[in-house]
C-alpha cells in the first residue's frame, strides 16, 4: 500500500509532467504564428508618435476640396453636377479649411460652407445660404 509522502510526490511529477507538456505545445503554437515586419522612412517617423500619426490629416487645398465633395456627395446627399467649388480658403489663425460651394456663382442663396479642422479632419460646422 502507498504511503501518503509517495502518493503527493507521484502526484507533484505528474503535475511537472503536465505544466511542461502545456509550455511546450504553447511554444510550439507560437513558433508557427507567422510575423511581420515594416520599415518607414525618416519621413514617415516623423509623423508618428507612440503609434499615432500626429501630422495635418487636411495638409493642403486639393485635400480639403475632395474631403468636401466627399461631405457633399456622402454626407448631404447632394449631386456634385449641381454644385461648384466656388473658393477654398484657410483661416492660419485658426487652422480652418472653409470649402464653399454654390449653385451658381452669381446666384444669391444655394450655397453651402463647409469648415473642417487641418489638424484632424473634423468638421465643425456646415452652413446653408439662403
Known amino acids: 500500500m502507498l504511503n501518503f509522502k509517495k502518493l503527493a510526490t ?14 511546450e505545445s504553447k511554444t510550439n503554437n507560437e513558433d ?6 515594416t520599415t518607414t522612412s525618416i519621413n514617415q517617423s516623423k ?14 487645398k486639393k485635400v480639403a476640396k475632395e474631403y468636401g465633395n ?7 446627399q447632394k449631386d456634385l453636377k449641381d454644385y461648384k467649388v466656388v473658393n477654398v480658403d484657410f483661416n492660419n489663425e485658426k487652422k480652418l479649411w472653409i470649402v464653399n460651394y454654390s449653385k451658381d456663382k452669381m446666384a444669391l442663396g444655394g450655397d453651402i460652407s463647409i469648415e473642417i479642422s487641418k489638424k484632424n479632419g473634423k468638421v465643425n460646422y456646415i452652413e446653408f445660404g439662403e
Open 10 to 23: 507521484i502526484f507533484c511529477m505528474i503535475s511537472v509532467i503536465v505544466m511542461l507538456t502545456a509550455c
Open 32 to 37: 508557427t504564428t507567422e510575423t511581420t515586419t
Open 47 to 60: 509623423s508618428y508618435a507612440d503609434g499615432l500619426y500626429i501630422g495635418d490629416v487636411i495638409p493642403n
Open 70 to 76: 466627399l461631405i457633399m456627395t456622402n454626407t448631404l
